[in-house]
């Protein structure tokens, strides 16, 4: 059973910082590509940021280039992303994937993606 799991999450103010990390169980972690995307309340889930499976290519949205960094461990099975200056309309519930491969499809598609967490709430108040 393949279980993705977020943390990290938490209310915090505008220019603050705030890592999330995910542990994803039940895959072989160094074979997936992983992302993060986020779902703000009454709007889609949209992409954040991507990493490859080998770590040589990042990918992000244009919203947060520049202020997050995604990474990812290989060795110790865990995808992190390192939020910077933070601003009110990063609030969202953000959520861990994992894609098997981009083959037929796009990094920032929902449905290029496996395996989905449950999400943590990121808040950042004005």
């Known amino acids: 059973q393949v279980q993705l799991v977020e943390s990290g999450g938490g209310l915090v103010q505008a220019g603050d910082s705030l890592r999330l990390s995910c542990a994803p169980s039940?895959?072989?972690?160094?074979?997936?590509?992983m992302a993060w995307f986020r779902q703000a309340p009454g709007k889609e889930r949209e992409f954040v940021a991507a990493?490859?499976?080998?770590?040589?290519?990042?990918y992000y949205a244009d919203s947060v280039k520049g202020r997050f960094t995604i990474s990812r461990d290989n060795a110790e099975n865990t995808a992190s992303l390192q939020m910077n200056s933070l601003k009110p309309e990063d609030t969202a519930v953000y959520f861990c994937?994992?894609?098997?491969?981009?083959?037929?499809?796009?990094?920032?598609?929902?449905?290029?993606?496996?395996?989905w967490g449950q999400g943590t709430r990121v808040t950042v108040s004005s």
């Open positions: 039940g895959l072989t972690f160094n074979t997936y590509n």
């Open positions: 990493i490859a499976w080998s770590a040589l290519y990042t």
């Open positions: 994937a994992a894609a098997r491969s981009y083959t037929g499809t796009h990094y920032a598609q929902l449905d290029a993606y496996n395996f």
